[in-house]
């Protein structure tokens, strides 16, 4: 069955006519050709297509099309303040937090995610925060290390 929904993306405001049971990631990358947002598992076990949806952070291989309209959804492209890159981007280049850069969208978002909960977490909390997001090249470290100093770049603005 297809409904009309309305959404905005990155703050445009999208309408579609699309399969209720289309998913949200599928929408993202082969309807509206939005494909910073990746497909590792499809299954939710690996967090690499983690979007925001109404400010909270989502597997978008889980979520369907018939739950989107009036909905808010940021993308890893919606990430940017203005023409600058978000400072969790900028930390990431710099301290080698993506490296095949597969993981690295949902990485940086759930990443925002905790620090818009917790400007100053420990390493604890930032590798449970990151629990479900999978990275089969840094070991962790580097992508710990850039969370952390993206941090203290934001507590510092
Ligand atoms: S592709 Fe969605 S969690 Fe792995
Ligand atoms: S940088 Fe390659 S999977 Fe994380």
């Excluded at 925002?112 to 930032?126: G, Q, R, W």
């Excluded at 479900?132 to 580097?142: H, Q, S």
Aim: aromatic residues 4%; contains cysteine.
């Amino acid at each position: 069955m297809k409904m009309n929904i309305q959404f905005s993306l990155n703050g445009k405001s999208i309408s579609r006519d699309v399969p209720t049971h289309r998913l949200l990631l599928d929408l993202l990358r082969d309807e509206i050709g939005v494909t910073g947002t990746k497909e590792g598992c499809g299954t939710g076990d690996c967090g690499a297509c983690t979007v925001f949806l109404n400010g909270k952070p989502v597997n978008s291989c889980l979520v369907l099309s018939g739950e989107l309209d009036g909905a808010e959804i940021v993308t890893i492209e919606g990430l940017k303040i203005g023409p600058e890159l978000h400072p969790i981007q900028k930390t990431f280049l710099q301290d080698g937090g993506a490296q095949c850069g597969y993981c690295t969208p949902g990485m940086l978002m759930m990443s925002k995610a905790l620090l818009d909960e917790n400007p100053n977490p420990s390493e604890e909390e930032i590798r449970f925060a990151l629990a479900g997001n999978l990275c089969r090249c840094t070991g962790y470290a580097k992508i710990v290390q850039a969370v952390q100093d993206a941090a203290a770049l934001l507590r510092n603005r």
